[in-house]
């Protein structure tokens, strides 16, 4: 499996399959916070148990970051073929990646600790 927090690409379809997880989209916009255009997705893997994953890329230590709906097409088709839907946000949810870990800390802040 993969480090806290993360979830390898390599990796995402047996995550998926051993947690009953599921994937939740963010968006990604301009620091500029009067443009609210998306220039992109983020992934996070939602396990059953509530922790939260970011989906980063297998040869760079660095957030995946869709930038067109065939990739977020192409990425749903290999790891969950039935799914027939996504919903993708309209609006960003961040504006840069230390928002994105910001956010990604504070949807596990409420889970246990080993």
């Excluded at 500029?32 to 059953?48: A, C, F, N, P, T």
């Excluded at 961040?94 to 596990?108: A, F, G, Q, T």
Aim: with cysteine.
């Amino acid at each position: 499996m993969s480090a806290p927090k993360l979830c390898w690409e390599s990796s995402l379809s047996d995550e998926l399959a051993a947690n009953g997880a599921t994937l939740r989209f963010i968006g990604m916009g301009r620091a500029d916070k009067s443009d609210d255009e998306v220039l992109g997705w983020y992934v996070i893997l939602v396990r059953s148990d509530g922790e939260h994953k970011l989906l980063v890329k297998q040869l760079k230590y660095e957030p995946r970051l869709f930038k067109t709906y065939a990739g977020i097409r192409s990425l749903v088709r290999e790891h969950l073929p039935g799914w027939t839907t996504v919903t993708l946000p309209v609006v960003p949810g961040v504006r840069s990646e230390d928002e994105l870990w910001n956010m990604l800390d504070k949807m596990n802040s409420g889970l246990p600790t080993n």
